[in-house]
């Protein structure tokens, strides 16, 4: 059974920046795709970001320019670099990895954007 545990949420202030951090049970190499999903309050679950292990990212159009995501294959690890934070970025934030037809998720950290 695969674990993925999510770290690095808090309360910032808008304008202000966070990194998530996803640590994997095992190698993230072996995972076709790692990705951010987030989930505000009375929201459905929704795709932030996505890498493949070939490299292809792929963002919604609310964090362009301001998140990235990026591997640490060698730390398995998968980050979520958060700029310029909104109040309407809050949310729980999950870390997603795929590898074939499984799909397996973290337990989410939560991210307060006060204005």
């Known amino acids: 059974q695969v674990q993925l545990v999510e770290s690095g949420g808090g309360l910032v202030q808008a304008g202000g920046s966070l990194r998530l951090s996803c640590v994997a049970s095992r190698s993230i190499l072996s995972f076709n795709t790692m990705a951010w999903y987030r989930q505000g309050p009375g929201t459905q679950r929704d795709l932030v970001a996505s890498?493949?292990?070939?490299?292809?990212?792929n963002y919604a159009d609310s964090v362009k320019g301001r998140f990235t995501i990026s591997r640490d294959n060698a730390k398995s690890t998968v980050y979520l670099e958060m700029n310029s934070l909104k109040p309407e970025d809050t949310a729980v934030y999950y870390c997603y990895a795929m590898s074939g037809g499984f799909r397996y998720w973290g337990q989410g950290t939560q991210v307060t954007v006060s204005s």
């Open positions: 890498k493949t292990s070939a490299g292809t990212t």
